[in-house]
């Protein structure tokens, strides 16, 4: 248990397509949450007081906080963080400068991952961002300057976007991490309300174009929609993808943790910020062995490095392979799959084609 989410709930506006957990701040409501957040994280410490090798602030916009919310934010936090930690906070590029930068440096942080979106004008403002281009590339500059590891998120296959002119942009900059995603227009969100649609084709097309652009940048696609230069691969979410463990804390934040057998783990959700503040327990879902190796092998195969199906039956004490092995054949006949010794990886066509090759070797699981 070296990893820890810390939900940061607030956001200066809420862009008309976000469904995440989030709040404008009303009055009073960050001081709570900050005295909330320094019980829920005491006690969980008391339990799970190793010191960590991956701590990461996601929101809502951490870095929204303003600098004593952000010093009382880290003050609330006991654990201590083992040598060569990484530390990453999402932050707005409007929400950044060179003091701001410093206090976070000060703090621990070592890796900002920017909300970049998008380095031109019009798809910002068709986003609802706050910022600009200018102000985007500032930001990246400036971080860059002040020593952080950078990764940008770039949403691609956006009406209006010229989404090789962003790749481009983003490539020639020194940043080590990308993430790239498309837009999800969720049920709810003012972008559904307004009818706004994605075309498919475009998404799966800048994805293509992403792996080329990034590529002769210097970028690995290491998963679905992360790219990162050479030791750049995002730590703390390497975890979530190797179905490992994590502890979680505020609003709405999901921990994975271990149980006790006959289950091999249960998930955990806080409630909404309201309800949090008012320390209502978390939901909780108990995770069986056999539900533990459909997720390993459903969120391994997002990564170039594959799963490792031995080591998934060494965690679950299933026998995995016996009833994997005629699927995976296949599924290896088909161009869709690698594999080496007991690692089962996705080809470039199997990563495109993912959700049906997971559903079979799913199929074959619960046969
Ligand atoms: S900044 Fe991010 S978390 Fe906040 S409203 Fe926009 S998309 Fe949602």
Same mark, same amino acid.
């Given at each position: 248990?070296?990893?820890?989410?810390?939900?940061?709930?607030?956001?200066?506006?809420?862009?008309?397509?976000?469904?995440?957990?989030?709040?404008?701040?009303?009055?009073?409501?960050?001081?709570?949450?900050?005295?909330?957040?320094?019980?829920?994280? !005491?006690?969980?410490? =008391?339990?799970?007081?190793?010191?960590?090798? +991956? %701590?990461?602030?996601?929101? &809502? #916009? $951490?870095?929204? *906080?303003?600098?004593?919310?952000?010093?009382?934010?880290?003050?609330?936090?006991?654990?201590?963080?083992?040598?060569?930690?990484?530390?990453?906070?999402?932050?707005?590029?409007?929400?950044?400068?060179?003091?701001?930068?410093?206090?976070?440096?000060?703090?621990?942080?070592?890796?900002?991952?920017?909300?970049?979106?998008?380095?031109?004008?019009?798809?910002?403002?068709?986003?609802?961002?706050?910022?600009?281009?200018?102000?985007?590339?500032?930001?990246?500059?400036?971080?860059?300057?002040?020593?952080?590891?950078?990764?940008?998120?770039?949403?691609?296959?956006?009406?209006?976007?010229?989404?090789?002119?962003?790749?481009?942009? !983003?490539?020639?900059? =020194?940043?080590?991490?990308?993430?790239?995603? +498309? %837009?999800?227009?969720?049920? &709810? #969100? $003012?972008?559904? *309300?307004?009818?706004?649609?994605?075309?498919?084709?475009?998404?799966?097309?800048?994805?293509?174009?992403?792996?080329?652009?990034?590529?002769?940048?210097?970028?690995?696609?290491?998963?679905?929609?992360?790219?990162?230069?050479?030791?750049?691969?995002?730590?703390?979410?390497?975890?979530?993808?190797?179905?490992?463990?994590?502890?979680?804390?505020?609003?709405?934040?999901?921990?994975?943790?271990?149980?006790?057998?006959?289950?091999?783990?249960?998930?955990?959700?806080?409630?909404?910020?309201?309800?949090?503040?008012?320390?209502?327990?978390?939901?909780?879902?108990?995770?069986?062995?056999?539900?533990?190796?459909?997720?390993?092998?459903?969120?391994?195969?997002?990564?170039?490095?594959?799963?490792?199906?031995?080591?998934?039956?060494?965690?679950?004490?299933?026998?995995?392979?016996?009833?994997?092995?005629?699927?995976?054949?296949?599924?290896?006949?088909?161009?869709?799959?690698?594999?080496?010794?007991?690692?089962?990886?996705?080809?470039?066509?199997?990563?495109?084609?993912?959700?049906?090759?997971?559903?079979?070797?799913?199929?074959?699981?619960?046969?």
């Amino acid at each position: 248990m070296s990893s820890l989410y810390v939900h940061v709930p607030f956001c200066p506006t809420l862009c008309p397509y976000c469904d995440f957990h989030v709040v404008r701040r009303g009055p009073g409501w960050v001081e709570a949450y900050l005295a909330r957040l320094r019980e829920e994280a !005491a006690i969980l410490h =008391e339990a799970h007081p190793d010191p960590l090798k +991956t %701590l990461y602030f996601g929101g &809502g #916009t $951490p870095s929204f *906080l303003r600098d004593r919310e952000l010093v009382a934010l880290f003050q609330a936090l006991p654990w201590g963080l083992r040598p060569g930690a990484e530390v990453t906070l999402e932050a707005n590029p409007g929400t950044l400068n060179r003091e701001r930068l410093r206090l976070l440096k000060d703090l621990g942080v070592n890796r900002l991952s920017l909300g970049v979106q998008s380095f031109q004008d019009p798809v910002l403002k068709f986003l609802g961002r706050a910022h600009g281009r200018k102000g985007a590339l500032r930001a990246v500059e400036l971080a860059l300057e002040e020593g952080f590891r950078v990764s940008l998120d770039l949403i691609l296959g956006l009406p209006m976007q010229n989404v090789d002119q962003d790749l481009k942009e !983003a490539a020639s900059l =020194e940043v080590g991490h990308v993430s790239a995603y +498309t %837009l999800q227009v969720e049920p &709810g #969100t $003012p972008f559904a *309300l307004l009818g706004v649609e994605v075309d498919p084709d475009k998404e799966a097309e800048a994805f293509l174009r992403a792996e080329e652009v990034l590529g002769q940048a210097g970028f690995v696609r290491y998963e679905v929609s992360n790219f990162a230069r050479d030791k750049e691969e995002a730590q703390h979410n390497l975890v979530y993808w190797r179905a490992g463990f994590w502890l979680a804390l505020g609003p709405s934040a999901t921990a994975h943790l271990p149980a006790q057998a006959p289950l091999y783990a249960r998930r955990t959700q806080n409630p909404p910020l309201p309800r949090w503040l008012r320390e209502e327990p978390p939901s909780e879902e108990a995770i069986p062995p056999l539900e533990h190796a459909k997720e390993s092998l459903m969120l391994g195969l997002r990564l170039r490095e594959g799963v490792e199906v031995k080591a998934v039956e060494a965690r679950t004490g299933l026998s995995l392979w016996p009833r994997l092995e005629g699927v995976a054949q296949a599924l290896i006949a088909e161009g869709l799959l690698l594999r080496e010794g007991s690692r089962l990886k996705p080809t470039p066509r199997g990563l495109v084609l993912l959700h049906g090759v997971v559903l079979r070797l799913w199929g074959a699981l619960e046969a």
